[in-house]
């Protein structure tokens, strides 16, 4: 259901690329200003938050030419999580969903579903 949504809604899930930083500092200010996510964001450097550290793959969320959404995969996150993910499946590389971000004007419509 949530992929024939999102199709019926031209939403297009691609990786992330460089030059889709600037559009996705700006949905992350929208997404922060509401949310107040990251809650911790040194400097308000949102390019530093989508970029650092460096994801194993990052998506966006790609309707009528805007950026409506972002996900990556990280090889690392914060230590008591990463302590956990080591006592659970200690033989099993893992990834961590990390900046998962819808912006405000686009949710609840289904803009991201089908990922």
């Known amino acids: 259901m949530a ?3 999102a199709e019926s809604l031209d939403v297009e899930h691609r990786e992330r690329r460089d030059d889709d930083l ?5 949905v992350a200010a929208r997404v922060h ?3 107040h996510y990251p809650i911790f964001l040194p400097h ?3 390019a530093r938050f989508l970029t650092r550290p460096s994801p194993v793959a990052a998506w966006v969320a ?3 030419e805007r950026i409506v959404g972002h996900v990556a995969l990280n090889a690392e996150t914060s230590g008591p999580v990463m302590r ?8 099993r590389r893992v990834a961590y969903v990390a ?3 819808v912006d405000p004007d686009a949710r609840r419509q289904g803009a991201v579903g089908g990922c």
């Open 33 to 35: 200003a509401v949310d």
């Open 99 to 101: 900046r998962l971000l």
């Open 44 to 46: 308000g450097d949102f």
């Open 84 to 91: 956990l993910a080591a006592e659970l499946v200690p033989e």
């Open 62 to 64: 790609v309707r009528d």
């Open 3 to 5: 992929g024939a949504l």
């Open 22 to 26: 600037d559009e996705l500092v700006a």
